[in-house]
């Protein structure tokens, strides 16, 4: 219920009005408004007390979503006075002839305990999704399942579950949201293009208020004028972006956002010119993958990418609400462009290119028609060649893109899907891939998973493809492959991809929603019952499915390394391993009949062409080595003209 100030209060609007005449008024425009309640959760009614400076001025305010105006709202004085009485999306300006209106300020007020009630098919909102079928469904369902909300484990967490993680409100007009205008049976009354039913080829955007609401932290929270933009495929649970831009209010969204993620805060920025609302699409209980949602999967991936690399797209959970109604459990994303490359590496936006696998995003893409073209296609075993590609194509972050994409036996990938890239123009810089769209991974019938995906297998060797080309490329220079098997063992045995490693960075993402999906099961683990299949729960479906991704992560590096010697992409013969170290000596360990060399002062023991190094000594296995004058003693081992691994003694997995 909202309603004006009361006659009851007339000694208090005396007093307020007489400090509105008494306030400075600027020449230029009306004074903002000021709510005395800030934007949050709620568990008893309130009055909002809306109020500007300027004498004279009259407020309009809404409550539907709709942008008020002079000439659209409700309100029309100077305070007003709201009921809140639940969840309610508030947004107020104030206006007065001759002057420019204020902006509009935009309050979502979140009463929990009122969200898991919202009605299933609310007045003057679409009921049915046209004729597009997404993913098999054809009705929207708004409200909470009340199997879940009062179902015997979840009813004590379901209110705190939804405090559980930051909520991200968007409110905007109903006609940008949805581009259609219903009757208040839901019934289609006339269709226009809209944000939620976008497509990837005409993505439908719309100005909107965007708000971010700690449960516990208010102050780290923030509203914003933005724009929101249909992001990917359809979907009943659609993914959105936040697209921060001037012509929709700011330029780029200031926000520490990321640096509160579950993990990879302490390297994340906080400015960012859009971001991603990734709602786990297939793979989310709405999916018609729904049995293998964990939520997870696709963080971990970039996350990971950040481990092994220090650069990858960050992200984070959020509850999603739209215009006030709970929308489930969404991935807060990084989007890897140009924008994203100049934060992280220096220089604007306009220096970079980026690209991913439907083309050209922005930025002039000649070096990286010749990385994929003319560059790739010279022949790699020649070492000027593999020389001056490494000047246009960060070979290492490329070989820990590849190393990953295979650990985690990602599909649904290849040089015609999910993978965004870029390179620095001004000055020239190298190109790299990163990680997109990793739902399908971490997951095998098999444990444990790890695998070559068919198009880089040496039988599929092909020139055609993106990273594909370029990978059958590099396959034949040594070089490369000498430092793909130093960042393969390296990783897998002392760093992101250990089995310890891997296992507790997927249960951190996991803990850190584990409540919230109580939230989401109850919003979307109805969602395929139409179709037959059963409601999607926390404890059926999303905890066995953690324990799931924990078991195709156990003894994935020994299964990984066997898979990739046979397809001859690691070496057959393992470091040497160090058996005792002290500050002193070490002594280091190998098969008999296999050399072992080692270098004292940092460089490789195997010299570039495959050579000993000269500045290398052999070593017998067993012997103790001294430590005395050394600076960083490294290993290989060599049998016959095969070289393995490089060994950097004194680390620790």
């Not at 039988?459 to 220079?477: E, F, P, Y």
Request: hydrophobic share 40%.
């Amino acid at each position: 219920m909202h309603a004006f100030l009361p006659t009851t209060m007339a000694t208090f609007v005396s007093v307020v009005l007489s400090s509105l005449a008494a306030a400075a008024v600027q020449n230029d425009g009306v004074a903002d408004t000021r709510f005395n309640r800030e934007r949050g959760f709620y568990e008893t009614d309130f009055a909002v007390v809306i109020q500007s400076r300027t004498a004279g001025a009259r407020i309009r305010y809404t409550t539907d979503g709709s942008a008020p105006s002079p000439a659209h709202g409700l309100g029309d004085d100077n305070p007003v006075v709201v009921r809140i009485e639940s969840t309610t999306t508030l947004r107020a300006m104030a206006y007065k002839a001759g002057l420019t209106p204020s902006n509009i300020d935009t309050h979502t007020y979140i009463f929990p305990n009122h969200v898991v009630r919202q009605p299933r098919y609310p007045s003057g909102y679409p009921t049915s999704m046209g004729g597009i079928g997404m993913g098999g469904l054809t009705e929207f369902d708004y409200e909470m399942d009340s199997a879940i909300v009062d179902h015997v484990d979840y009813r004590r967490e379901i209110l705190s579950a939804m405090k559980a993680i930051p909520s991200l409100s968007i409110v905007m007009d109903k006609r940008d949201l949805f581009g259609q205008v219903f009757t208040d049976s839901g019934k289609l009354k006339r269709s226009e293009s809209g944000v939620y039913f976008g497509s990837q080829a005409e993505p439908g955007i719309g100005p909107a208020s965007v708000e971010l609401i700690y449960p516990r932290a208010p102050d780290r929270g923030f509203q914003v004028d933005c724009a929101v933009e249909s992001h990917a495929d359809f979907g009943a649970k659609r993914a959105l972006k936040l697209v921060f831009k001037n012509e929709y209010g700011i330029g780029k969204l200031r926000s520490k956002l990321m640096q509160d993620a579950p993990l990879n805060g302490e390297s994340a920025t906080t400015k960012f010119d859009r971001l991603v609302l990734r709602s786990g699409h297939t793979r989310s209980f709405a999916g018609h993958d729904a049995d293998a949602t964990t939520y997870a999967r696709d963080q971990w991936s970039r996350d990971t990418e950040i481990a092994m690399t220090g650069l990858g797209a960050h992200g984070t959970f959020v509850h999603l609400y739209l215009n006030g109604f709970y929308w489930g459990l969404y991935n807060a994303v990084e989007r890897p462009d140009g924008w994203f490359t100049s934060a992280y590496l220096g220089g604007e936006k306009s220096d970079w290119m980026a690209v991913n696998h439907k083309g050209v995003l922005h930025g002039d893409d000649r070096r990286w028609h010749y990385v994929r073209g003319a560059l790739k296609d010279k022949d790699m075993r020649v070492l000027r060649n593999y020389r001056e590609l490494r000047q246009s194509l960060a070979v290492e972050h490329f070989a820990d893109y590849i190393i990953l994409a295979w650990y985690s036996r990602l599909y649904d990938w290849g040089p015609y899907r999910n993978w965004y890239g870029g390179n620095r123009n001004n000055p020239p810089g190298r190109f790299r891939f990163f990680m997109w769209d990793a739902e399908y991974s971490l997951f095998s019938r098999a444990t444990p998973m790890a695998w070559i995906h068919g198009l880089f297998t040496r039988a599929a060797a092909t020139r055609s493809g993106d990273m594909v080309g370029i990978w059958h490329a590099l396959a034949q220079s040594p070089e490369f492959m000498t430092l793909f098997a130093d960042r393969v063992y390296q990783h897998c045995f002392h760093g992101a991809l250990t089995e310890e490693r891997s296992i507790a960075r997927f249960r951190r993402l996991a803990a850190f929603i584990e409540s919230a999906v109580v939230a989401e099961s109850a919003r979307w683990g109805d969602a395929r019952e139409a179709l037959g299949e059963p409601t999607r729960t926390r404890n059926d479906t999303f905890l066995p499915q953690v324990k799931r991704v924990e078991a195709v992560m156990t003894g994935n590096v020994s299964h990984f390394i066997e898979v990739l010697r046979q397809e001859d992409y690691y070496p057959r013969i393992d470091p040497p391993e160090p058996t005792r170290i002290s500050a002193l000596s070490v002594t280091l360990v190998q098969a008999q009949g296999v050399a072992i060399y080692v270098t004292r002062d940092g460089s490789d023991p195997r010299a570039v062409g495959g050579a000993v190094s000269k500045r290398a000594e052999r070593v017998r296995s067993g012997d103790s080595i001294s430590l005395e004058g050394a600076t960083n003693l490294k290993a290989r081992a060599r049998d016959g003209l095969e070289w393995s691994a490089l060994r950097i003694v004194g680390e620790t997995s």
